[in-house]
């Protein structure tokens, strides 16, 4: 990439490639989530979003914005 576009330099570590937002989000959920935490969800909010904080044996909190 030219420098043009991206005002800082690129390094590997930080480039993800997935099949989508939703996805990228289950597996950010998966790794960070321990037992019992609390993930702050701003509504509205896709319906799939609580549902992938509970397979990470999280708790999500709704947040009516």
């Known amino acids: 990439m030219k420098q043009v576009f991206r005002p800082?330099?690129?390094?590997?570590?930080?480039i993800v490639a997935s099949s989508?937002?939703?996805?990228?989000?289950?597996?950010?959920?998966?790794?960070?989530?321990?037992?019992?935490d609390?993930?702050?969800v701003p509504a509205p909010h896709w319906v799939s979003y609580p549902e992938q904080i509970q397979l990470a044996d999280a708790n999500p909190v709704i947040v009516p914005m």
């Open 8 to 14: 800082y330099k690129m390094v590997e570590p930080e």
């Open 20 to 36: 989508g937002a939703k996805h990228s989000l289950y597996n950010v959920f998966m790794t960070i989530c321990d037992e019992g």
């Open 38 to 40: 609390e993930v702050i």
